[in-house]
T-cell receptor, first 108, second 115 residues
Framework: QKEVEQNSGPLSVPEGAIASLNCTYSDRVSQSFFWYRQYSGKSPELIMSIYSNGDKEDGRFTAQLNKASQYVSLLIRDSQPSDSATYLCAVIRGKLIFGQGTTLQVKP | ETGVTQTPRHLVMGMTNKKSLKCEQHLGHNAMYWYKQSAKKPLELMFVYSLEERVENNSVPSRFSPECPNSSHLFLHLHTLQPEDSALYLC??????????????FGSGTQLSVL
């Protein structure tokens, strides 16, 4: 079982819709969770971090964490074509472990 | 432009060449990292330096040799590479020392092709 698992996609949503990106992790003791965005040909950049169960909102982005289900998600409201990128889920387990990323395509 | 700069941006080398990748961070951070990103694979941690001491060597082949002369600079020396080493090599830094909850700041990467 992969330590951090994401569906590679691509996930295609129309402009203005909600994009839902999901991530599961294998180690129950993980405490810190991150979402990075990586545009094609660019380096990853941190967009959200979440440490406790529940929702954390930042503008159009909402991170959701459910430790009992070992599940973390990222919701992007009012998706824009500029949100088209690969979204990497990362979990701390002694060190930062990345998933392979989900490619999001927002179509005008 | 981020506070972490990497050179060169692109590198093509033969299997018998020796080359070095350079990373410099302007953020005053204490930890620096090398990651490898291959197509369709997760980012793989290669090395971690905290306060110029290597704290992680993630079973990386000896043909990759890191060097951290000070907290602002990190090098990755390459020799006798294989074609499967072709990938994007990313440098990152973090503020405190690589502990739990640390957020990483990435450079733009070096796209390496080994012929």
């Amino acid at each position: 079982q992969k330590e951090v698992e994401q569906n590679s996609g691509p996930l295609s949503v129309p402009e203005g819709a909600i994009a839902s990106l999901n991530c599961t992790y294998s180690d129950r003791v993980s405490q810190s969770f991150f979402w990075y965005r990586q545009y094609s040909g660019k380096s990853p950049e941190l967009i959200m971090s979440i440490y406790s169960n529940g929702d954390k909102e930042d503008g159009r982005f909402t991170a959701q964490l459910n430790k009992a289900s070992q599940y973390v998600s990222l919701l992007i409201r009012d998706s824009q074509p500029s949100d088209s990128a690969t979204y990497l889920c990362a979990v701390i387990r002694g060190k930062l472990i990345f998933g392979q990323g989900t490619t999001l395509q927002v179509k005008p | 432009e981020t506070g972490v700069t990497q050179t060169p941006r692109h590198l093509v080398m033969g299997m018998t060449n020796k080359k070095s990748l350079k990373c410099e961070q302007h953020l005053g951070h204490n930890a620096m990292y090398w990651y490898k990103q291959s197509a369709k694979k997760p980012l793989e941690l290669m090395f971690v330096y905290s306060l110029e001491e290597r704290v992680e060597n993630n079973s990386v082949p000896s043909r990759f040799s890191p060097e951290c002369p000070n907290s602002s600079h990190l090098f990755l020396h390459l020799h006798t590479l294989q074609p499967e080493d072709s990938a994007l090599y990313l440098c990152a830094s973090s503020p405190l020392g690589g502990g739990e909850g640390e957020k990483l700041f990435f450079g733009s990467g070096t796209q390496l092709s080994v012929l």
